[in-house]
Nanobody, 123 residues
């Protein structure tokens, strides 16, 4: 099994930046595809970004493309989400998720989830 712990959330003004981290433990990190999802109050959990096992392929939701960057350091068992040009609509709890092998943008495909970290963007 895999344990995931997110960190780096906080309160930031619109236009600002945050960098989220997700530390993984429990099995070989390099065998897992990793993703970030987010969920705002009253809304469904939605896909944000994904990265494949080697880090050579990334996928982004249209709403964050050009503003967010996902990366990973397999030697450190950590995945990151750099968030720039933040908007109030980005306010949500951000979750990292892991699955074996190939990337996916679907919540249902992920086996392991962190507890989330709150990101609040003020206007």
């Amino acid at each position: 099994q895999v344990q995931l712990v997110e960190s780096g959330g906080g309160l930031v003004q619109a236009g600002g930046s945050l960098r989220l981290s997700c530390a993984a433990s429990g099995r070989t990190f390099s065998n897992d595809a990793m993703s970030w999802f987010r969920q705002a109050p009253g809304k469904e959990r939605e896909f944000v970004a994904a990265i494949n096992r080697s880090g050579g392929t990334t996928v982004y939701a249209d709403s964050v493309k050009g503003r967010f960057t996902v990366s990973r350091e397999n030697a450190e068992n950590t995945v990151y989400l750099q968030m720039n040009s933040l908007k109030p609509d980005d306010t949500a709890i951000y979750y990292c998720a892991a699955k074996r092998a190939y990337t996916s943008t679907q919540v249902r495909d992920y086996n392991y989830w962190g507890q989330g970290t709150q990101v609040t963007v003020s206007s």
